[in-house]
C-alpha cells in the first residue's frame, strides 16, 4: 500500500562521517501521517529528489520490519 510521504524541512549539516570530515549532509524531516513524523541523514550535500525518495522508502521498510515486535526485560 502507498503511503503519501510529505516533507517537512531539509537541513545541511556538518557531516559526522569521518570518510565526509568538511563536507555537508543533509537531514530530511518527513511526515507519514498526522501522528508520525521522522527524518533520514542523508550523506550528500545535494541529494536529488529521486535520492531523498529511496533514502525514506528505505527508512520506511527498516522501520516496518520492527513494527509490532515484541520483547522482554529484566
Not at 510521504?5 to 498526522?34: C, E, H, N, Q
Request: proline share 3%.
Amino acid at each position: 500500500m502507498a503511503k503519501e510521504i510529505v516533507i517537512l524541512d531539509v537541513k545541511k549539516f556538518m557531516s559526522t562521517d569521518p570518510a565526509r570530515v568538511g563536507k555537508l549532509d543533509t537531514f530530511v524531516i518527513y511526515s507519514v501521517d498526522k501522528d508520525r513524523k521522522a527524518f533520514v541523514a542523508i550523506r550528500k550535500d545535494a541529494p536529488t529528489d529521486a535520492e531523498i525518495k529511496a533514502a525514506i522508502a528505505a527508512d520506511e521498510k527498516a522501520r516496518a520490519a520492527n513494527v509490532g515486535k515484541t520483547f522482554s526485560i529484566e
